[in-house]
C-alpha cells in the first residue's frame, strides 16, 4: 500500500449499490445480534449505540472552529440500508429460530422483525470439529479436498452477489475460536500456502479456507476471532497481491476492554501493578468452544498481551517489570451471553503503598461486539474504495490482537488508538491532523 495509490477527498468512490456482509458464523450469538439490531435501527426501532459510524463525531481544525461532524456525515459511508446479510453456519436454523435460541435480544425486539430475520437462511459451512473440539454441527459441506471448499465458498459468494444484486462485499469471520496454532512453515508465503492448500495439509483451518475464498474473489476480510487466520506471512502477502485490506484480530468488547481503558491511566499517573487477576463467566456457544483448553489457549494468548504492549515493562522497570497476570474463562450455561468478568488488580503508589481496584462488568457480550462488526464492516469498505490493502491497523480500536506490520509493536492503548483511527479518517479527506499540542493558542495571544 502506497501513499500515492492512495484516493483521497473527491478521489474516493462515492458507495453504490448494495454492500453484502459475509459471515461465517452467522447464527451465532454475535451474528444474530448484529443483523437484528441492524434492521431495527433501519425501522427506527432501535438505536445504534455502541457504533461510531452511526453516533460517534470527529473535531475538526482549531477548537475555536467548532467543526464537529458526526463522522458518517464526514466520510463517505456506505449507507444502513444498503446492507444485505448471508452467511454458513453449522446449524440450518434461520436467522429469527438463531436469535431465540441465543436468548440475546427479547421478543420484543424480535417478533416485529420475525419475517426478515426468517428469511436470512444460512448457507452449509466449511467446518473440521478438530479445530473446534465442542461443537459437532450436521450443516456441513461435503466436499472432500480443501481447494474444492475454497471453490464452494466462492461459488456460494457469487450466487449470492447475482441473487441480490450486490455491488460489493465484506467477509466477518464470528465463527468460533480454534484451537490454538503456532504460525509454522506452511504460513511462510503464499505459495507454501497454496502448496499446502493443495496437498490438503490438515493444518489448515476453516478459518483459513473462507479468508482464501475472500481474499481470492477480492472482497475484505475481517477475523473476529483469535485465530491466526489472516495473521500470517501468507495471507498478508495475498492480501497485498490481490489489493484487498485485511483485519483482525479478536473483537475487543468486555473485559479486554476495560483493560484498554484501565492501563493506560495507570502507566499515565506511573503507577506500579503487582498483580493483575482476570476471570470470566459465560455461557453461550463461545463458552462452550472455550471450554476446550485449546481452543481457551487460543483465546489466552489474545487477552495476555494487552497489558504488556500498554505498559511497556522494559522501559518501566520499576513500575512494571514483575508484575503478576492471570486470565481464566469459566463456562456456565446459566448466564448465557450475560458475561461476567471480574478483575481484581493489586497496584502500589508512592513509595511503594499498596492499593486495589477491583472491577464487576456485567456486560453482554453480543450487545458489545454488534455495533463493532457495523463500524468494521463499513469502515473496510471504505479502505477498499480507498485503496488500502493488506492490514489495516488503523482499525486497531477494535481488537483485542491488533494485527500490525512485522518489526512494530502492536498499539493496544484504546486512547492512541482512537486517535489513530481518527487521523486517518482526516488524513484520507484532506484535513489537519490533531495533534493536541494547544501550545500555539497562548505563544501568541494577539492571533484571533
Known amino acids: ?26 447464527g451465532g450469538a454475535v451474528s444474530t445480534t448484529l443483523i437484528a439490531g441492524t434492521e431495527l435501527v433501519r425501522q427506527g426501532l432501535g438505536e445504534p449505540i455502541g457504533s461510531l459510524t452511526q453516533l460517534g463525531t470527529i473535531r475538526l481544525g482549531k477548537r475555536f472552529e467548532h467543526r464537529s461532524p458526526k463522522i458518517k456525515e464526514f466520510v463517505p459511508l456506505a449507507n444502513l440500508e444498503d446492507i444485505v446479510f ?11 429460530e438463531a436469535s431465540l435460541y441465543a436468548r440475546v435480544l427479547n421478543r420484543e425486539h424480535l417478533d416485529p422483525i420475525k419475517g426478515f430475520l426468517s428469511e436470512i437462511k444460512p448457507m452449509k459451512a466449511a467446518f473440521d470439529r478438530k479445530f473446534v473440539r465442542n461443537l459437532d454441527g450436521s450443516y456441513i459441506k461435503e466436499e472432500k479436498s480443501l481447494r474444492q ?27 468460533s475460536t480454534e484451537i490454538y496454532s503456532e504460525a509454522s512453515d506452511i504460513y511462510q508465503s503464499s505459495q507454501t500456502l497454496y502448496e499446502a492448500l493443495e496437498h490438503n495439509d490438515p493444518r489448515i483451518p476453516p478459518s483459513m479456507i473462507y479468508a482464501l475464498a475472500a ?17 500470517v506471512p501468507a495471507m498478508i502477502q495475498l492480501a497485498q497481491e490481490k489489493g484487498v485490506p485485511i483485519a483482525g484480530k479478536d473483537f475487543k468488547t468486555g473485559q479486554t476492554l476495560m483493560k484498554t481503558i484501565l492501563a493506560p491511566g495507570l502507566k499515565a499517573r506511573a503507577l506500579g501493578l ?29 487477552k495476555l498481551s494487552v497489558l504488556e504492549y500498554i505498559l511497556q515493562p522494559q522501559l518501566y522497570p520499576t ?12 463456562y456456565y450455561p446459566p448466564r448465557g451471553d450475560n458475561k461476567e468478568g471480574w478483575d481484581c488488580i493489586d497496584i502500589y503508589g508512592w513509595l511503594g503503598y499498596p492499593m486495589q481496584i477491583k472491577v464487576d462488568f456485567l456486560c453482554r457480550d453480543s450487545i458489545l461486539a454488534a455495533p463493532l462488526i457495523l463500524d468494521l464492516v463499513l469502515f473496510m469498505d471504505l479502505a477498499q474504495r480507498v485503496g488500502m490493502s493488506g492490514i489495516q491497523e488503523w482499525l486497531s480500536f477494535y481488537f483485542k490482537s491488533p494485527m500490525h506490520k512485522e518489526g512494530l509493536y502492536p498499539e493496544h492503548d484504546l486512547f492512541i488508538q482512537s486517535m ?18 494547544g501550545l500555539d493558542y497562548y505563544l501568541n495571544e494577539k492571533q484571533e
Not at 448471508?86 to 429469527?96: K, P, R, V
Not at 513500575?319 to 469459566?330: A, C, E, S
Open 420 to 437: 489513530k483511527l481518527k487521523n486517518t479518517l482526516r488524513y484520507l479527506m484532506g484535513e489537519e491532523q490533531i495533534t493536541h499540542f
Open 319 to 330: 513500575l512494571y517489570k514483575n508484575y503478576f497476570h492471570k486470565v481464566t474463562i469459566n
Open 274 to 302: 503487582e498483580g493483575w487477576f482476570s476471570t470470566n463467566i459465560l455461557g453461550n456457544r463461545d463458552g462452550l468452544v472455550l471450554d476446550d483448553k485449546d481452543s481457551f489457549k487460543t483465546k489466552e494468548e489474545s
Open 86 to 96: 448471508a452467511g454458513w453456519d453449522l446449524y440450518e436454523a434461520n436467522g429469527y
Open 215 to 231: 481474499l481470492e474473489s477480492g472482497i475484505p476480510f475481517v477475523n473476529g476471532a483469535p485465530n491466526l487466520t489472516v495473521d
Open 149 to 175: 471448499l475454497v471453490e464452494a465458498i466462492k461459488e456460494d459468494m457469487e450466487a449470492f452477489k447475482s441473487q441480490n444484486g450486490i455491488e460489493r462485499c465484506v467477509m466477518v469471520w464470528c465463527g
Open 1 to 26: 500500500m502506497k501513499e500515492e495509490s492512495l484516493k483521497r477527498k473527491q478521489e474516493i468512490q462515492t458507495p453504490k449499490g448494495k454492500l453484502g456482509v459475509l459471515i461465517p458464523g452467522i
